[in-house]
């Protein structure tokens, strides 16, 4: 796969990355919109310095480091992607909150159709947003969208400083609750 081009970029604006979904996954992991970079070679994460490939292997959950042109391995791992918003742009800070509320009740379906033990939401701000909980932590919710648990994980963009070092101990934990599977 070659990098993409500037012109590669500023033509993927807009665009979607198909979803990697199925029914009845372990988790469905959700990330808030896909970036240009991600959208130009479409394979979700795929901008070089994103540290979820490397978090999902830390944390346990890929048998070995993924490369994002690998995603549809995750199926048969329980393991699955989608966004809040569907379309990409060069920030997420580009999307308006009434297009992540819209996109939070377009997830809640599909998480209703497909009905995955948990939704792990990847950024904070963008589930206390999509589901208006301006208070969420990080963590594991509350709330169940139907019978899935749903659980927030901090954003692993490049940009995201603040967790760099306690992303796979955030992410193991989820891994950890899925593998104690429902409390009852």
Not at 123 to 131: S, T
Request: some cysteine; overall charge positive.
């Amino acid at each position: 796969m070659t990098k993409p081009t500037r012109a590669d970029l500023l033509a993927a604006a807009g665009k979607t990355v198909p979803d990697v979904i199925a029914p009845g996954l372990k988790v469905l992991f959700c990330g808030i919109n896909p970036g240009l970079y991600t959208a130009a070679i479409g394979h979700h994460f795929g901008r070089p310095g994103n540290r979820f490939w490397p978090t999902l292997h830390a944390a346990g959950f890929t048998p070995r480091l993924f490369d994002p042109s690998e995603e549809q391995e995750l199926l048969p791992l329980g393991c699955g992607i989608t966004n809040v918003v569907e379309r990409a742009t060069a920030a997420a800070d580009e999307l308006t909150d009434d297009e992540i509320r819209s996109g939070g009740a377009r997830l809640a379906e599909r998480v209703r159709a497909l009905a995955p033990a948990f939704l792990a939401v990847l950024g904070v701000g963008a589930y206390r947003v999509a589901f208006g909980k301006p208070k969420a932590p990080v963590g594991e919710q509350p709330d169940r969208i139907g019978t899935t648990r749903v659980w927030v994980l901090p954003n692993p963009s490049g940009l995201n400083a603040f967790y760099h070092h306690r992303f796979a101990d955030e992410f193991r934990k989820l891994r950890e609750a899925v593998e104690a599977g429902d409390p009852k």
